[in-house]
């Protein structure tokens, strides 16, 4: 006895659950791509929930695959869980040692000093350096994992987040046929303290490598004063859909380098939304960036919810328009709409 009582299901058959429509163009056509999910074991649960969301919404229709990578083995029980939820290919990744770890050209003292100093100003992990490697990883790293190498295009997805509303068009397509290169749903105000000198080295950089600077690139959305210093803002990175071949590419290679060699991912607290939006913004045409509308998306505190009415009702989304994150005080989207 198992304590489960047996109860006679007949399930209803695949064919009761069609595609959202014929004309998706994901059907006979896929784009080289993948989501991407960096987590430890202990985020089992969020992991398991954030799948089951965008399977629910998009994938169960496109079967992407998945990697999931971790700079610890993923237990037996992690891979467990997390390969029941999706019909897709799942690979489970260790990232090499020297892919995360804080490297020996960093001064341990003044890197510490650095991490006290943050602490004491209550800045969001300041203490933490496996925020750091976490942070530098998604900069500069994630993107070279071998299970990686072989996509082109990635969808980045976090423990705990929600997608509010059906998803019935190919984001990637969309991508590829209209030739851009990076995606968000939010964008906000970095907090200063945690990367102090980064516009300085920004700006170093571009002196040294003037010809990476894009034509008609987005520098309005960083600058208020024409790129002698930044505002802040940045593209939300929890949430990405891009181009791996930018990343690969010789400007962001060289970008993140000279970043890297400064040492600002661990002596300050460098994160990835602004190393990347940067990029992104700096050495492509603002006309390869997408704000996805469509996209009902949550990371804890913030929510995009579809601006779009019928977006909202046809795609069923469970969002509160009212708690659209746009036009908060602390987003920037006002920033980017002065592009358009
Ligand atoms: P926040 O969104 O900035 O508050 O940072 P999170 O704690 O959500 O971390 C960002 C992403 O990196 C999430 O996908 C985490 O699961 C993952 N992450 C953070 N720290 C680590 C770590 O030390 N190891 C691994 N494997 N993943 C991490
Ligand atoms: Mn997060």
């Known amino acids: 006895f198992t304590g489960v009582n047996p109860v006679d299901i007949t399930p209803i058959p695949d064919r009761y659950f069609p595609p959202f429509s014929n004309d998706t163009l994901s059907v006979d056509r896929r784009a080289n791509a993948t989501f991407v999910i960096l987590a430890r074991n202990s985020d089992i649960d969020g992991t398991v929930r954030s799948i089951r969301e965008i399977e629910d919404r998009f994938n169960r229709r496109f079967r992407y695959p998945y990697v999931l990578l971790n700079e610890e083995p993923f237990s037996d029980e992690f891979k467990k869980r997390v390969s029941v939820l999706s019909a897709a290919k799942m690979e489970f ?83 590829e046929e209209n030739n851009k290169i990076y995606a968000f749903t939010i964008a906000m105000y970095e907090f200063e303290k945690t990367i102090p000198t980064l516009w300085g080295h920004v700006k170093d950089f571009i002196k040294l490598h003037p010809q990476y600077l894009a034509k008609d690139n987005a520098m309005g959305f960083l600058s208020e004063t024409g790129g002698d210093t930044y505002n802040l803002c940045h593209f939300w990175s929890n949430f990405e859909i891009a181009d791996m071949s930018f990343w690969r590419g010789e400007a962001y290679t060289k970008f993140f380098e000279y970043l890297d060699q400064q040492g600002g991912f661990y002596y300050e607290r460098w994160g990835d939304a602004p190393v990347h939006s940067i990029a992104a913004a700096l050495f492509a045409p603002s006309n390869q960036i ?46 980017w709409d002065r592009l358009l």
């Not at 650095?114 to 496996?130: A, C």
């Not at 990635?154 to 059906?166: A, K």
């Not at 997408?290 to 069923?316: A, L, S, V």
């Open 290 to 335: 997408q704000f996805f509308d469509q996209i009902g998306y949550e990371h804890n505190p913030y929510t995009h919810c579809p601006r779009d009415e019928n977006t909202w009702k046809d795609e069923k989304c469970t969002c509160d328009p009212k708690r659209n994150f746009d036009y908060d005080g602390y987003s920037c989207m006002s920033k």
């Open 93 to 175: 990744g260790t990232i090499p040692k020297e892919h995360w770890y804080q490297p020996s050209s960093i001064d341990e003292g003044k890197a510490e000093a650095g991490r006290n100093s943050m602490v004491e100003q209550g800045i969001i992990y300041g203490g933490s350096v496996s925020y750091r490697n976490m942070c530098r990883f998604n900069s500069g790293f994630f993107f070279r994992h071998p299970l990686m190498e072989k996509y082109r295009w990635y969808w980045r997805i976090e423990p705990d987040v929600h997608f509010h509303c059906d998803i019935k068009f190919d984001p990637f397509i969309f991508m």
